[in-house]
């Protein structure tokens, strides 16, 4: 079982930068690929980026690509989503996810476990 809390969410202005946190409780983190998601009002989740358990490999989004980089410390036992020159599009409601799998997952329902969420909102 794996619990995740997510972090780091706010309102920022277009062109800003902000750091989203999750947080995982429960054992064998590591052995977990981690991944992002986001779901705009009236829109389905979608995938935002994903790393796997040793964090030697990552994916994105092509919509966030350049701007936004996943990463975690497993010794923290959390993953990281820096999202730097963010747009009005990119406002959402960003979660995180937990695969247990060794490859990075692009599919929500390849995923096991769920955060509640954090609002992103971007004004222009």
């Known amino acids: 079982q794996v619990q995740l809390v997510e972090s780091g969410g706010g309102l920022v202005q277009a062109g800003d930068s902000l750091r989203l946190s999750c947080a995982a409780s429960?054992?064998?983190?590591?052995?977990?690929?981690m991944g992002w998601f986001r779901q705009a009002p009236g829109k389905e989740r979608e995938f935002v980026a994903v790393?796997?358990?040793?964090?030697?490999?990552?994916n994105s989004a092509d919509s966030v690509k350049g701007r936004f980089t996943i990463s975690r410390d497993n010794a923290k036992n959390t993953v990281y989503l820096q999202m730097n020159s963010l747009k009005p599009e990119d406002t959402a409601v960003y979660y995180c996810?937990?695969?247990?799998?060794?490859?990075?997952?692009?599919?929500?329902?390849?995923?096991?476990?769920w955060g509640q969420g954090t609002q992103v909102t971007v004004s222009s």
């Open positions: 790393i796997t358990w040793s964090g030697g490999s990552t």
């Open positions: 429960g054992r064998s983190f590591s052995m977990y690929a």
């Open positions: 996810a937990a695969a247990r799998t060794f490859t990075a997952p692009t599919k929500s329902y390849e995923y096991d476990y």
